[in-house]
T-cell receptor, first 114, second 112 residues
Framework: EAGVVQSPRYKIIEKKQPVAFWCNPISGHNTLYWYLQNLGQGPELLIRYENEEAVDDSQLPKDRFSAERLKGVDSTLKIQPAELGDSAVYLC????????????FGPGTRLTVL | GESVGLHLPTLSVQEGDNSIINCAYSNSASDYFIWYKQESGKGPQFIIDIRSNMDKRQGQRVTVLLNKTVKHLSLQIAATQPGDSAVYFCAVRGGATNKLIFGTGTLLAVQP
């Protein structure tokens, strides 16, 4: 069974540019999560979707970050405009049902903002 | 609010020895606990989980112990192998939200 797929794996952009990350969750997983992971730190939740609905986006900086999961499967996380402090790894995870259940993570996208 | 901490940022063990990684949490309402392993350049990989109605759970070469009285969680790895070298995170769910709160991580270095 395929795991969580993310692309791109690496992205280097200049500050003030837009960037987008894509995630395809494990087949059949209704819940999808986007996390931010800074170097040496644990992941921090940005947003959680149950099917198409964003049920927890309290930690998403809405002035520059947006996310969507239009058909309840794939998801896109966007940053516009990017700032230097956005350099981090952006992880996508999915789980079968509502919490608490096991979250499976993708490999992440490493973003570098110059 | 919830906070999760690890006692040691780095743990060095000899190949074949047992490893113990500790984690403390602050919210007594926490009801679900997970250990993840993260290798360099990869996402966190699920190892084992435990719910608050249990105090011990075993997997293949791994055991998680939960002490709710002192709000402490540990991961034991038996016969540690070089492939176990990674950063290990505990994550805790509970309180007012359904969020998993991750600790900072412990780097496990296995010496041959």
């Amino acid at each position: 069974e395929a795991g969580v797929v993310q692309s791109p794996r690496y992205k280097i952009i200049e500050k003030k540019q837009p960037v987008a990350f894509w995630c395809n969750p494990i087949s059949g997983h209704n819940t999808l999560y986007w996390y931010l992971q800074n170097l040496g730190q644990g992941p921090e939740l940005l947003i959680r979707y149950e099917n198409e609905e964003a049920v927890d986006d309290s930690q998403l900086p809405k002035d520059r970050f947006s996310a969507e999961r239009l058909k309840g499967v794939d998801s896109t996380l966007k940053i516009q405009p990017a700032e230097l402090g956005d350099s981090a790894v952006y992880l996508c995870a999915s789980s079968f049902g509502t919490p608490p259940d096991t979250q499976y993570f993708g490999p992440g996208t490493r973003l570098t903002v110059l | 609010g919830e906070s999760v901490g690890l006692h040691l940022p780095t743990l060095s063990v000899q190949e074949g020895d047992n490893s113990i990684i500790n984690c403390a949490y602050s919210n007594s309402a926490s009801d679900y606990f997970i250990w993840y392993k993260q290798e360099s350049g990869k996402g966190p990989q699920f190892i084992i989980d435990i719910r608050s109605n249990m105090d011990k759970r075993q997997g293949q070469r791994v055991t998680v112990l939960l002490n709710k009285t002192v709000k402490h969680l540990s991961l034991q790895i038996a016969a540690t192998q070089p492939g176990d070298s990674a950063v290990y995170f505990c994550a805790v769910r509970g309180g007012a939200t359904n969020k998993l709160i991750f600790g900072t991580g412990t780097l496990l270095a296995v010496q041959p």
